[in-house]
């Protein structure tokens, strides 16, 4: 799977970004995909997944500030990241499973077992 993320930049604290992950090749109806993240410094964070069924998870850094959906008529998945914090500047990865079975969804919806990653985009928020 090839997965390719974009969106990201500089924006000021509570500023707002949407990131985006096209997975060219893919149907991403039939994916279960996801967001982590790395700061400098930090071990990687798990942020949101959104499972090839439709249901969505969230780790704690975004819960209450940042929505993953996806557009399946442009094979796009999003992050909509509102009321940015300085401590969400990290480098942002798009992920995905191709197993639609239910262990490894379940996995993935508690931010474990992604097998592929794209390249990062890079999330600068600035105070």
């Known amino acids: 799977v090839q997965l390719q993320a974009s969106g990201g930049g500089l924006v000021q604290a509570g500023g707002s970004l949407r990131l985006s992950c096209a997975a060219p090749?893919?149907?991403?109806?039939?994916?279960?995909m996801g967001w982590f993240r790395r700061a400098p410094g930090k071990e990687r964070e798990f942020v949101a997944a959104l499972s090839w069924s439709g249901r969505t998870s969230y780790g704690d850094p975004a819960k209450g500030r940042f929505t993953i959906s996806r557009d399946t008529t442009e094979n796009t998945m999003y992050l909509q990241m509102n009321s940015l914090k300085v401590e969400d500047t990290a480098l942002y990865y798009c992920?995905?499973?191709?197993?639609?079975?239910?262990?490894?969804?379940?996995?993935?919806?508690?931010?474990?077992?992604?097998?592929?990653w794209g390249p990062g985009t890079q999330v600068t928020v600035s105070s």
């Open positions: 090749g893919s149907i991403i109806s039939s994916l279960t």
């Open positions: 992920v995905a499973i191709t197993s639609t079975g239910s262990l490894a969804t379940a996995q993935a919806m508690r931010g474990r077992g992604f097998d592929h």
